[in-house]
């Protein structure tokens, strides 16, 4: 295995030598935020830190309070356009970026030349760990929007050496094309739109395993880092499948190396915690809180991302001593579904369903229905035997989560698609004004 590193002297640092670094780089970005940034300034000002000398460990900063997103949105909608997370003027602010809104308003987030160079070096982080070199050309596989992780994948693109190919205003067709008329070797979409561009590929007789591209790299979705999704993008593009894991609010924060054996934290640049949700104490399995330490003009201090992960702090065969999430991004925290008691994480169910290589498109409908709850799982079934294949995901679903489930298999072509993140299920309990059982 030859591996790449884009700073091996970071990455390879021992634990303390590691949490000393993390804590100097905290010190010296608050003590510029806290100068001018009124949202922290007034945030910390009753925790008695007014500079970035009051926070002398790292058992300090745990006692820092958290940041939220419903925060940080009142904040802008209280001072539009932008909030008072700003440590500058505005005329420093050289990139305007937002969410996408799926969870709420979407949130507009700003960066400085020094910010944004931060952001590319984060993505080229998650190249050099899946061996991307100069010698590689990169598509990527998506329209170019306000949403900050196309620019930035473009960005860390640049920094490796390698030749950058958007995709922006292409059909999936005309993707395709472009893919294989420039020999394109890594691939860079959400693991949902690398299936589809198989599936169109497979209509219009294009064998793509046999085209150049040799790594994919995926985010948006948990889907890369579930082994049944991730072995189906392998198998389609004969390609290695890399996950990565990022916020437009908190920057490029995790990535696969070599190794494949879960998703790198880059604690490098972010400081990361795994704490229980309800408690807040440090938990194997729990909430990530993350610190990212080279965004000060508009940063993000012990914030809550609201997704679920299970901390692996054993070493590395890439040689890498940051932490890693085994399976990467579980879920959200607030996305488990809670089903006549059984706690259903929308990435289990496609963890089993994409095993099967007869099933295209599934989608995925929750109902209360008198007063039981019951979920319907709608599948795209290639070829002549739909009820057994319905039949035996069913089966799977009652052996993996022990819950029977209803499986309808419906004509092939007929459940939507998706270019970006995938909406493929529904809690009907909570549109209707039936308490949904999330926990």
């Given amino acids: ?21 993390q804590l100097k780089k905290f010190q010296l970005m608050l003590d510029s935020v806290l100068e001018t ?25 745990r006692k820092l309070p958290f940041t939220t997103k419903a925060e940080l949105s009142n904040d802008q909608m209280c001072h539009p356009p932008y909030g008072t997370n700003l440590t500058f003027s505005r005329e420093r602010y050289t990139r305007f970026h937002q969410t996408s809104g799926t969870t709420g308003a979407p949130l507009r987030w700003l960066d400085t030349e020094e910010s944004w160079y931060w952001w590319a070096r984060c993505w080229a ?12 050309r990169i598509f990527f596989a998506f329209s170019f929007g306000p949403f900050i992780g196309f620019w930035s994948a473009h960005e860390g693109a640049r920094l490796v050496g390698a030749m950058s190919l958007p995709g922006g205003g292409m059909s999936s067709y005309q993707r395709l094309k472009a893919i294989l008329e420039n020999d394109i070797t890594v691939l860079v979409c ?6 589809h561009l198989a599936e169109v590929a497979e209509q219009e007789g294009i064998d793509i395993s ?17 082994q049944a999704t991730k072995q189906r993008i392998e198998t389609a593009w004969g390609a290695r499948c890399y996950d990565h894991a990022g916020a437009t609010e908190v920057g490029a924060w995790g990535f696969e190396c070599l190794a494949q054996d879960g998703l790198h934290l880059n604690e490098g640049e972010f400081i990361c915690e795994v704490l229980d949700p309800d408690s807040g104490e440090p938990a194997g399995e729990g909430e990530l809180i ?5 965004r000060g003009g508009m940063p993000v201090i012990r914030y809550r991302t609201g997704d679920r992960v299970r901390l692996q702090t054993a070493p590395c065969e890439c040689g890498r001593t940051f932490f890693r999430l085994q399976g990467g ?16 994480f929308p990435s289990a169910v496609e963890n089993i369903v994409r095993r099967f290589p007869e099933v295209g498109e599934f989608a995925v409908d929750v109902y209360r ?6 979920m319907e799982i709608r599948l795209e079934v290639k070829g002549g035997e739909t009820e057994r294949v319905a039949a035996a995901v069913g089966k799977e679903i009652r052996n993996g989560l022990g819950l029977r489930v209803q499986v309808k298999p419906v004509p092939y072509g007929t459940l939507p698609r998706f270019d970006l993140k995938a909406k493929r299920f529904t809690d009907h309990r909570r549109i209707n004004g039936v308490a949904s059982g999330r926990g």
């Avoid at 991004?329 to 259903?344: F, P, T, Y």
């Fill in 210 to 226: 046999q085209s150049s591209v040799r790594i994919t790299i995926h985010a948006g979705e948990p889907g890369a880092s579930l």
């Fill in 37 to 61: 940034n009124a949202f922290y300034r007034q945030k910390f000002a009753p925790a008695g830190v007014k500079q970035g000398g009051d926070v002398q460990t790292l058992a300090d900063y």
């Fill in 329 to 344: 991004v579980i879920g959200r925290i607030d996305d488990a579904l809670i089903i006549r008691g059984v706690n259903v």
């Fill in 125 to 136: 982080a998650v190249y050099k760990a899946a061996g991307v070199t100069p010698m590689d």
């Fill in 1 to 21: 295995m030859a591996v790449t590193y884009l700073d091996p002297f970071i990455e390879t640092l021992g634990r303390e030598a590691l949490a000393q670094i």
């Fill in 290 to 294: 993350i610190t990212n330490l080279g």
């Fill in 190 to 195: 959400t693991p949902t739109y690398a299936l």
């Fill in 369 to 374: 229905r008198r007063t039981l709850d019951e």
